[in-house]
């Protein structure tokens, strides 16, 4: 297995979640390397392996955990994102629609009620407290969003895109 995409866990806990190319799982291991849990994304074969292309394509583009450790969000190749408990690996939301963008860049508030979605030209924010809400969204037009990440204290958020900007947004 190749591994494509690495997210550590905040401190203090002792884990991290790692996406490999060409799969559908993606593995939690305790520091130690113990795996912790397995968990399955969502992706059709025919994503992963089009054509005669002996290389697969990444479904894992992209993984944060929250500030406080309890949950991970992780950006699919498809325009989805999961995110995941991270105790367990269990589901606890699935945003976006399959078949747009990849997903470049994903951000959880520091409690993980709240996600920032980067695909493309679109930036996408998410409630998650209950149900999984699409805020708002924005698009860049012809800049993509390429980054974003959340500030500790959870009020605002700031993204990077292809223009060269830092935007922050509350």
Same mark, same amino acid.
């Given at each position: 297995?190749?591994?494509?995409v690495?997210?550590p866990a905040?401190w203090?806990v002792?884990s ?6 060409g799969?559908?799982?993606?593995a939690?291991?305790?520091?130690s390397g113990?795996?912790?849990w ?6 059709p074969?025919?994503?992963i ?9 990444p479904? #894992?583009? /992209?993984?944060?955990? +929250?500030a406080? &450790?309890?949950f991970?969000? =992780?950006g699919? *190749?498809t325009g989805?994102?999961?995110?995941l408990?991270a105790?367990t690996g269990?589901?606890a ?6 078949g747009?963008?990849? #997903?470049? /860049?994903v951000?959880? +508030?520091?409690? &993980?009620?709240r996600?920032a =979605?980067?695909? *493309?030209?679109a ?8 149900t999984a809400e699409?805020l708002a969204?924005?698009?860049?037009g012809?800049?993509h969003?390429?980054s974003a990440?959340w500030h500790p204290?959870?009020a605002?958020f700031?993204t ?11």
């Amino acid at each position: 297995l190749i591994p494509t995409v690495l997210a550590p866990a905040p401190w203090p806990v002792e884990s991290y979640l790692v996406g490999y190319m060409g799969k559908h799982g993606l593995a939690c291991r305790a520091r130690s390397g113990a795996k912790l849990w397995r968990a399955t994304v969502p992706a059709p074969d025919e994503f992963i392996y089009s054509g005669a292309n002996p290389f697969p394509r990444p479904l #894992v583009t /992209a993984m944060r955990y +929250s500030a406080n &450790g309890a949950f991970v969000a =992780v950006g699919l *190749g498809t325009g989805q994102t999961v995110v995941l408990r991270a105790d367990t690996g269990k589901t606890a939301h699935t945003v976006g629609e399959s078949g747009t963008a990849a #997903v470049q /860049a994903v951000a959880l +508030s520091p409690t &993980g009620d709240r996600l920032a =979605v980067c695909a *493309g030209g679109a930036l996408r924010l998410y409630a998650l407290d209950g149900t999984a809400e699409l805020l708002a969204e924005v698009r860049g037009g012809r800049t993509h969003y390429l980054s974003a990440a959340w500030h500790p204290a959870g009020a605002f958020f700031a993204t990077t895109n292809g223009s060269g900007a830092v935007e922050y947004w509350d």
